[in-house]
């Protein structure tokens, strides 16, 4: 699979630009003028508390959830404009994983925003789904049931399925919350790969302790962006006592995030 960045403006300097956006649930906000960016070819990770808006951030991006004010443009585009160069990966726990149907028909899913309505996938589109699920260390579950598998496998079959879409920009939903050792590996393995084919990267997380290791970027969200840029500049512990207030603990070079 190659960069399709070409045939999207591969000078513009942002994959996501958010400006003023607000999002409110039964009139409480959720999110308040928030303004941020997603540099393209970037690794970037929304960290902050629980309740901070970093899942509604994404969705409302993608117009999953509808936002009270604001804009949202991909390169400079509208979604509607770009949306086929876009893969997103949601929390495993809002998926029906009863539906019955094998890891290589989820992962060949990916290909129908490349086929349109009437193409049925194709012996290419089998093969390019295998190769995804090999990428992430799957190949020997290509015919199992969704169901009978662990949430990390389940995870990865999910991360091959946007990795099918053959996209410019993935936004992921806490891709490494729940999941295993092995999983995690193959995650962090496949956002290096992504990041150097010059691909961008979007992902809420959770884990302070890794983020300096996965990503390249870092939006410290509560409700409005707190601060936002490189990993190297805005992760620091001031910046996280602001973004998480008494929330945040200590121990030696550990950081971690209390209990509310």
């Known amino acids: 699979m190659t960069p399709t960045l070409s045939r999207i403006g591969a000078e513009a300097a942002h994959a996501m630009t958010i400006q003023q956006?607000?999002?409110?649930?039964?009139?409480?906000?959720?999110?308040?003028k928030v303004s941020c960016t997603a540099r393209a070819g970037a690794l970037t990770a929304i960290v902050g508390p629980n309740g901070a808006g970093k899942s509604t951030l994404i969705k409302a991006a993608l117009g999953i959830v509808p936002s009270a004010a604001g804009s949202v443009s991909f390169w400079g585009?509208?979604?509607?404009?770009?949306?086929?160069?876009?893969?997103?990966?949601?929390?495993?726990t809002t998926v029906d994983w009863d539906f019955p149907v094998n890891a290589v028909d989820v992962v060949t899913m990916g290909r129908y925003g490349r086929l349109g309505w009437f193409r049925r996938?194709?012996?290419?589109?089998?093969?390019?789904?295998l190769e995804c699920l090999d990428r992430v260390g799957m190949i020997e579950f290509a015919s199992a049931q969704i169901s009978e598998l662990s949430g990390g496998q389940q995870q990865r079959v999910f991360l091959a399925?946007?990795?099918?879409?053959?996209a410019d920009l993935f936004l992921m939903d806490e891709p490494f919350t729940g999941?295993?050792?092995?999983?995690?590996?193959?995650?962090?393995?496949?956002?290096?790969?992504?990041?150097?084919?010059?691909?961008s990267v979007v992902a809420v997380h959770h884990d302070l302790s890794t983020v300096e290791e996965y990503f390249d970027?870092?939006?410290?969200?509560?409700?409005?962006?707190?601060?936002?840029?490189?990993?190297?500049?805005?992760f620091t512990m001031e910046n996280l006592r602001r973004t998480y207030g008494g929330r945040l603990t200590v121990f030696g070079d550990a950081t971690a995030v209390a209990a509310d």
């Open 21 to 32: 956006m607000t999002v409110a649930y039964h009139g409480e906000p959720v999110l308040l």
């Open 77 to 92: 585009e509208p979604l509607g404009r770009i949306r086929s160069q876009i893969a997103y990966v949601p929390q495993r």
């Open 121 to 129: 996938p194709g012996r290419a589109d089998r093969a390019a789904a």
């Open 161 to 166: 399925r946007a990795l099918a879409q053959e």
């Open 179 to 199: 999941v295993d050792a092995a999983t995690e590996t193959a995650i962090a393995g496949v956002l290096r790969d992504l990041g150097a084919q010059g691909r």
């Open 217 to 234: 970027d870092v939006i410290l969200l509560n409700r409005e962006v707190i601060d936002a840029g490189s990993v190297a500049s805005v």
